[in-house]
């Protein structure tokens, strides 16, 4: 049975790395979300799918406002910078490694954004058990682990499965904006673009779960930066900011088709 694991930490932690020494407070119920606002998976979520869907818009001050998700937030540069330009949207960041999902709360605790939360759960999972249909705008993937190993590239975020959530979750016209350095990797995400937006057939057990069309489910456009970014940034991460510097990564968007 699937168990992504629930986030949200009740006590300060303590980092002697990313930290340097000082307390990383994820301030459960307010940045981190609290165990008791993503309940346990139910017994019969096998067989029934949708038993555990909420929405997660419901965890927001506002939750009319624009919601939009980023899987792999590291050390938080695009979503601090995101969530302070567009404070009338509410962000909701994935991060997986503790460390940094800690690092990254504490930063926005610090900030006082009222408009981000933080989840330190597999962002893939998530979508498909926990993510009510229709809830989010945008889902932003950065600079994701490519997993050069091709026997681990089963562990890559992109596959058939993600995008059928994907298509899911998002809103009529939503976009999933994907953003790499990584050669392999942006050949992987290319090769199942081009099954996703051609006529390639979508397996009918994706149409069943994820209510996609039988083909074309995504147009492709090209990658516009935030207005906050410097010139020659795509997206302003930390990451980017280190390891692109001769050249830029590659950048595209899928949007919903219907």
């Known amino acids: ?11 300060c932690a303590m980092s002697f790395g990313l930290g340097h020494g000082r307390s990383l407070d994820d301030a459960p119920g307010v940045i981190g979300i609290a165990p008791a606002e993503l309940p346990p998976l139910p017994d019969d979520i096998l067989t029934n799918p949708a038993a555990a869907r909420l929405d997660p818009r419901s965890w927001f001050c506002d939750p009319a406002r624009p919601f939009e998700i980023e899987i792999g937030t590291g050390k938080g540069g695009f979503l601090l910078q995101e969530a302070a330009a567009h404070q009338d949207v509410n962000y ?22 009222a408009n981000v939360r933080m989840l330190n759960v597999d962002a893939t999972e998530f979508l498909r058990w926990r993510a009510q249909t229709g809830c989010c705008r945008v889902i932003h993937l950065y600079f994701s682990d490519p997993w050069p190993k091709a026997r681990h590239h ?20 939503g976009e999933l904006r994907l953003v790499t350095d ?32 039988d083909r074309h489910a995504f147009d492709v456009r090209p990658f516009l930066p935030p ?8 997206v302003g991460t930390n990451y980017e900011r280190k390891m692109c510097v001769d050249r830029p990564p590659h950048a595209c968007v899928l949007v919903k088709r219907g």
């Not at 975020?157 to 899911?168: H, W």
């Not at 207005?227 to 795509?234: A, C, F, S, V």
Request: with cysteine; hydrophobic share 35%.
């Open 182 to 213: 990584h050669d392999d990797l942006w050949t992987w995400y290319q090769q199942h673009i081009d099954r996703w937006t051609s006529a390639w057939a979508i397996p009918t057990d994706l149409q069943a779960a994820c209510g996609t069309p």
């Open 92 to 113: 909701l960041g994935f991060e997986y490694a503790r460390e940094f999902y800690l690092y990254t709360a504490d930063r926005l605790r610090r900030r006082g954004l």
């Open 227 to 234: 207005t906050w970014t410097e010139d020659g940034q795509t």
């Open 1 to 11: 049975m699937p168990s992504p694991r629930s986030g949200g930490n009740t006590l």
């Open 154 to 173: 089963k562990n890559r975020v992109v596959q058939d499965r993600f995008l059928a959530e994907a298509y899911r979750v998002l809103q009529p016209g």
